[in-house]
């Protein structure tokens, strides 16, 4: 019963990765678009799918939690093969291993993510700024991030050029 437990997690997060994985790869494709609405739907759905992936290993956590006595269990393959009998074993191995390649993969793809947009800001940051002909490197924003006023100190609107 306990390793039919395990394994139907692991399944669930198998799917929930999954889910995740596709959402970044949707993500990938809108960022370097600046298409807001649906980019704003992605990333909605990467953070329920987030919320589900902790929500599947907080019950797993709880579940394991009757059997070993500890509040915070481990969940490495070596702890989790203790509860599984052996003819499940590589059942579980191949699934453990799918949802730690797929993890791997997620933290790639986030990363690369994260660059693409920081890429993206950098350049419309130095827009702004060869467009105003500000000297400041975030003319847009302060520290509160609020709105500044700007000073007509704009390069391309000045009667000399």
């Known amino acids: ?79 989790l093969l203790r509860f599984i009998s052996p003819i499940y074993h590589n059942e579980f191995l191949t699934l453990y291993e799918d949802v730690d390649r797929l993890i791997n993969e997620i933290k790639r793809y986030g990363k690369e993510n994260r660059f693409l947009i920081e890429d993206c800001l950098t350049f419309i940051d130095e827009t702004i700024r060869g467009v105003l002909g500000a000297k400041d490197s975030n003319p847009t924003y302060d520290k509160e991030m609020k709105l500044r006023k700007l000073k007509m100190n704009n390069v391309l609107l000045n009667k000399e050029v």
Request: with cysteine; net charge negative; glycine share 2%.
């Open 1 to 79: 019963m306990i390793e039919q437990e395990i394994i139907t997690c692991f399944d669930r997060l198998y799917g929930h990765y999954t889910d995740l994985y596709a959402s970044l790869k949707e993500e990938r494709r809108y960022i370097p678009q600046s298409n807001v609405d649906p980019l704003q739907v992605v990333v909605q759905k990467i953070e329920n799918t987030v919320e589900k992936i902790k929500q599947e290993r907080m019950d797993l956590v709880s579940f394991l939690s009757k059997y070993t006595g500890s509040s915070s269990p481990s969940l490495d393959v070596d702890t």
